[in-house]
């Protein structure tokens, strides 16, 4: 799907064309110079508008005037008169990955990138994209440790850890700990903790492909600490415990915490691993069965193992916390080159760890009364109806706690021209309704979103009128 045709179909047809004050009345009814944008629309897309800012008006109208005569020349397609109006001002997007607002209230959303960056995190990155001193010592001219800074930051914010290291996510931390600590020894997995996360993705699967074999022990719902400590022997590499976020075993239920494990494991001499999966390095109130990088340490933990854009709120990465030794046996391993983090992910990570809040943690701890007050005021302006929705942490894609709150309940119908309108905003459909809860929409686009539904309204008005041409 061409992104460039949807967006310029959006400009023309939701809005009643008129007839081109230069065109001579068409003697047929489908003369196609009758879509032809208006200048007045064209001048009002976003994308013309912000070139506005930097060229002069006089510049940008006969951009505008030049393209829409191609069309009536009947060298280009009315349709296309918007890119052919973008090409000019050279605002051509330079992806094809388009911005979204994500109005879903799943914070951490996979199909959507995950999270998005702070504001710092995205200025590292703009600073960090042309040559950079990621391994340089301006100071000396020496070569320099690789992400210093990131370590550096990661290691203020979680004093428990002795050292870290960041890969490019946190699969290839997986892989690269189990690799390096067990090799094709045993890694000690609770069968309760033998997972698939998202796209089918297994982890006991990742940890074999490089060569390791998987010792399960205990049941699905109960593992105690014998089961552990009777499969610790000589063919043992390391003991992981996995956070199984995706899913939850009720019931009777048993499992070992990390500050049992710690003691035969060291007495055994194997290290612990603890794959965390979210990338809290601290607890969090909001999130009090939720596991974190400092507690996972302070009970013994020799590794613990996170993503850099789940809770952490940054970039894709997967993040190594614990003790010295087992980060430098990582490091010195061959296939850590295989998964280094890029220098635009270690900028984004030091930023988002040094800098204010990210938009994850702000999504999370979304004040409920501003939240309901955002809400209620989005509905009045829309005509929609507040409704109680409770947001997701997601990112492990499923049995979550709830995140009550609100959304705005608008018509169904509306849930695909507010994909494919300018602005992408990805709503939920249930019940009948499209929701758009607010808790993953940065307040100050509040203005942008009803802008977008009332642009989707108007393509649905559009289409459903009967056919004028
Ligand atoms: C998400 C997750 C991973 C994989 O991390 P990525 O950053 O997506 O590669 C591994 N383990 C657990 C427990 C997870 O939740």
Redesign the pocket.
Known sequence: MPPRERRTAAVGPNEEVPVPESVERPEAVEDPRRRIPRTDLLLAHPQVARASATMSDLVVRDIVRAAQARARAGEIAPEQVLDDVRAAIGDRPSSSLRPVLNATGVIVHTNLGRAPLSAAAREAVLDAAGYTDVEFDLATGARARRGAGARAALLAACPEAEDALVVN???AA?VLATTALAGTADVVISRGELIE?GAGFR?PDLIASAGARIHEVGTTNRTHLADYTEALGERTGCVLR??T?NYRIIGFTSEVGIAELAEPCRAAGVPLLA?L??GLLAPDVHLPEEPDAASALRDGADLVIA?G??LLGGP?A?ILLGRADVIARLARHPLARAVRADKLALAALEATLTGTAPPVIDSLHADPDQLHQRTARVAERLGGRLIPHDGRVG??GGAEVPLPGWAVALEAELAAPLRTGDLAVVATVRDGDCLLDLRTVPPEQDDRLVAAVDSARAVLAAAGEPDRR
Do not use: R
């Open positions: 996510n946190g699969a997986l996360i982890l996995i956070h976020s794959d999966g979210s993503s854009d789940k894709q997967g990112g492990g």
